[in-house]
């Protein structure tokens, strides 16, 4: 079975380009996460979604970033203007939270997407 | 809101030792998840071992356990046996419950290296 895939890997742009990251979680999971990992502030949570629904975006940095699950099986986040201060890895999870069973708070990470504005 | 500390940044130790990783937390929730991820080089973070917090038995996958320790908000990764293929970097985190899942707080993470 797949994992969680995200695209592009490795993305490097000029400051004031937009940039839209990709990531198709995996099959069946119903919660997906986008994490940003720096050197200064660590993984940190950007936003989620359940059911395509975002429930938490108090990560969003400001309103250059943006979020969107239009369908089970995928999301984008956007940066427009991109800035240097956004390089950084960027990641996408993914899970099965059922909260009848209580079960899948597991959290699966794709393999990230580098980002580099300079 | 929760915390995650992880006081040691670097951490090494010989191939075939053990090899504990502290992490503590602050919550005034009840109703948590806690968890280690592990980070190899190729930056991949990987699932290593999980604990739920109404549980008094501490988790076990293989050469990876916990010590959990509820009252004092301690959570810390024992792993034995070590092997070169456990040089990362490892991170501790915390996610309270609710019913649309939860978002993970992550520690700032502690490096390990084996030596052979």
């Known amino acids: 079975d797949a994992g969680v895939i995200q695209s592009p890997r490795h993305e490097v742009t000029e400051m004031g380009q937009e940039v839209t990251l990709r990531c198709k979680p995996i099959?069946?999971?119903?919660?997906l996460f986008w994490y940003r990992q720096t050197m200064m502030r660590g993984l940190e949570l950007l936003i989620y979604f359940n059911n395509n629904v975002p429930i938490d975006d108090s990560g969003m940095p400001e309103d250059r970033f943006s979020a969107k699950m239009p369908n089970a099986s995928f999301s984008t986040l956007k940066i427009q203007p991109s800035e240097p201060r956004d390089s950084a890895v960027y990641f996408c999870?993914?899970?099965?939270?059922?909260?009848?069973?209580?079960?899948?708070?597991?959290?699966?990470f794709g393999p990230g997407t580098r980002l580099t504005v300079t | 809101a929760q915390t995650v500390t992880q006081s040691q940044p670097e951490m090494s130790v010989q191939e075939a030792e053990t090899v504990t990783l502290s992490c503590t937390y602050d919550t005034s929730e009840n109703n948590y998840y806690l968890f280690w991820y592990k980070q190899p080089p190729s930056r991949q973070m990987i699932l290593v071992i999980r604990?739920?917090?109404?549980?008094?038995q501490n988790a076990t996958e293989n050469r990876f356990s916990v010590n959990f320790q509820k009252a004092a908000k301690s959570f810390s990764l024992k792993i034995s046996d070590s092997q070169l293929g456990d040089t990362a970097m490892y991170f501790c985190a915390f996610m309270k419950r609710n019913n649309q899942g939860g978002k993970l707080i992550f520690g700032q993470g502690t490096e390990l290296s084996v030596k052979p």
């Open positions: 604990q739920e917090a109404y549980k008094q």
């Open positions: 099959s069946g999971h119903n919660s």
């Open positions: 999870a993914s899970s099965s939270y059922t909260r009848t069973s209580g079960r899948g708070d597991e959290q699966y």
